[in-house]
């Protein structure tokens, strides 16, 4: 179901898509179970399924990633081939171009606080209004709470018990 001018104007073969705003998901050819909803969203898609963009030009450039969400103006609006990530907020993750199975909650928009996921995958963010990043979870389970002064960072580490096994610590 496409509302609105271009929406779904390129479709051929993908179904189930639903695209409500002009030129939401206009490029999409085959790509199907796709959600758009706002003026560009999905633009781009053309063969990618499973991705829900909810705001104007949220995921505007994917073309080829899926299993993504983006629920916010400009959310993920740079990323391209990359899947499984979820962002919700006013430009959230909107650098991530290749980065895959991040989580970003707030206006973090993938390179700012210093800290640069644009590329990097398996991140978990929670930032502020601003974009600050205030809690972030690395691809290897590290924890670090507050901002580039902060004095709480955990880290999780493994290693060999006494009887074999293996063990975490924080």
């Known amino acids: 179901t496409g509302i609105g001018v271009s929406a779904l104007a390129a479709n051929t073969t993908g179904t189930n898509n639903t695209s409500v705003g002009a030129s939401s998901l206009d490029a999409n050819t085959t790509g199907?179970?796709?959600?758009a909803l706002g003026l560009g969203s999905l633009g781009a898609n053309t063969t990618a399924s499973r991705n829900t963009a909810i705001g104007y030009l949220a995921l505007n450039v994917n073309t080829t990633g899926g299993n993504n969400t983006a629920v916010g103006h400009d959310a993920l609006t740079a990323n391209t081939t990359a899947s499984f990530n979820t962002a919700i907020g006013v430009s959230s993750g909107s650098l991530i171009t290749t980065g895959i199975k991040n989580t970003i909650v707030g206006s973090f928009?993938?390179?700012e606080g210093g800290l640069d996921i644009r590329a990097a995958n398996s991140h978990i963010v929670l930032s502020d209004g601003?974009?600050?990043p205030r809690l972030i979870i690395d691809d290897s389970g590290n924890v670090d709470i507050g901002d580039e002064t902060t004095e709480l960072k955990l880290k999780n580490t493994t290693h060999e018990d006494t009887d074999?096994?293996?063990?975490?610590k924080i």
């Open 164 to 168: 074999g096994g293996r063990e975490s």
């Open 130 to 132: 601003d974009g600050n």
């Open 32 to 35: 199907g179970n796709n959600t």
């Open 109 to 111: 928009d993938g390179n």
